[in-house]
């Protein structure tokens, strides 16, 4: 039997990590530190999305669809190999950026994630294979392999083209962009539908159809958002924005799913997803207004806005989604102070990070410590997930 506990934490401590290399990068600009900007960046987004969210979302895959299938020797396996994958670039990506051993380990991981897909798509019992839960998880496995092709490509664009040319940056973009909008969000909804039906709320067979393709449409259309900086031709435009109010419609038709079900969750976990709906509804109305050629050009001229949503999805969509399932699922308990500590961190340093992008673009003053605010504000978020790892450490079974 695994202890699905341990690997929850395990996520958790990722995040931590994450968190503390994220507050180490507020500090470059208060003081002078002796070490690489760059290579810290990269250590702490690969940690923060591979440690945190990768490994939070397997772990409930496994618990929801598989703890009592009989697999746990091949995903013991599996989880075991991707964690010397993700302690290679966390000692690895800090001291030498993009090297050899960073590269060895960040393409490692990439073999343990399609392991991890065939797990789930060859061994999952045969009751779930026709549910909509299953079927959203499947087409979030399927994202998280395609946005691979981005971290494939980036090495022979390097190589060939350089760090300097678009297409650099386009590999990148395709990588965030299927993460962020097709494995994350989609496997969320996954998870989501799997604690419905659990309950006898499944969505009827059209309405999920309906968002499903309205969805999956959305989200490769709107891949398309991430081209716009280099002014393409208008039907990229057109298509960004056709993606854009795809996932609009899709969400509608989700938020219709839940409307009038008693999901008989805890107050505290249907408040946790209420936020959660609330941040996906702001960022739906970020990605449509991004279609058009004038917030398209002020995002990529003013980085600070592009920083702010990454972070809006991740530190608050994605991550308080999380919170709510692993507390749901009892892999981890997260109380109500806790919470608050770390949503004032990320509402405060959101509303900073927003505030310098609108400064520099209006030429407002920008007031004094801002940087040091900026460290400070960041640091509640360490200070929250230290709290709730160590209660939960402390937790006997």
């Not at 040319?165 to 973009?173: C, F, G, L, V």
């Amino acid at each position: 039997m695994i202890n699905l506990k341990k690997h929850a934490q395990i996520s958790l401590g990722y995040f931590l990590l994450a968190a503390l290399l994220g507050v180490f990068l507020r500090f470059f600009f208060v003081t002078s530190i002796p070490a690489n900007f760059r290579y810290v960046v990269h250590a702490h987004s690969h940690i923060a999305l591979l440690g945190w969210v990768y490994l939070g979302l397997s772990t409930l895959i496994y618990k929801i669809y598989f703890q009592k299938a009989g697999t746990a020797k091949t995903y013991r396996r599996i989880f075991w190999f991707t964690q010397v994958t993700l302690l290679g670039m966390l000692f690895t990506f800090p001291f030498t950026g993009y090297a050899s051993l960073s590269i060895t380990f960040s393409t490692l991981f990439l073999f343990a994630s399609y392991l991890f897909t065939w797990f789930v798509l060859k061994k999952l019992p045969e009751k779930y294979k026709r549910t909509a839960s299953f079927k959203s998880v499947k087409a979030a496995l399927w994202y998280l392999v395609f946005s691979s092709i981005g971290p494939w490509a980036l090495g022979g664009i390097m190589a060939t083209l350089g760090k300097t040319s678009i297409w650099y940056k386009m590999a990148i973009y395709f990588y965030l962009h299927f993460q962020y909008n097709g494995w994350f969000i989609l496997a969320l909804c996954g998870i989501l539908f799997y604690f419905l039906e659990k309950r006898g709320l499944a969505p009827g067979n059209k309405d999920f159809s309906r968002f499903f393709y309205l969805l999956n449409s959305g989200v490769i259309l709107s891949f398309f958002l991430s081209v716009l900086w280099i002014e393409p031709h208008w039907i990229f435009f057109a298509l960004g924005a056709l993606g854009a109010i795809l996932q609009l419609m899709a969400f509608f038709e989700f938020f219709g799913i839940l409307r009038n079900k008693d999901l008989q969750f805890s107050p505290f976990v249907n408040f946790l997803l209420k936020i959660a709906a609330l941040l996906l509804a702001v960022k739906i109305i970020l990605q449509l207004f991004s279609a058009h050629p004038f917030f398209a050009e002020l995002a990529f001229t003013f980085t600070d806005f592009v920083i702010g949503y990454l972070h809006w999805t991740f530190l608050g969509l994605v991550s308080i989604a999380l919170f709510a399932f692993l507390e749901l699922a009892g892999l981890l308990k997260v109380s109500k102070m806790v919470f608050w500590i770390y949503f004032s961190g990320f509402a405060l340093s959101e509303a900073l990070i927003f505030y310098k992008g609108v400064s520099i673009w209006l030429g407002w003053p920008f007031f004094e410590n801002y940087f040091t605010i900026l460290a400070v504000v960041s640091g509640l978020l360490p200070l929250s997930l230290t709290i709730m790892l160590t209660k939960n450490l402390l937790i006997k079974e």
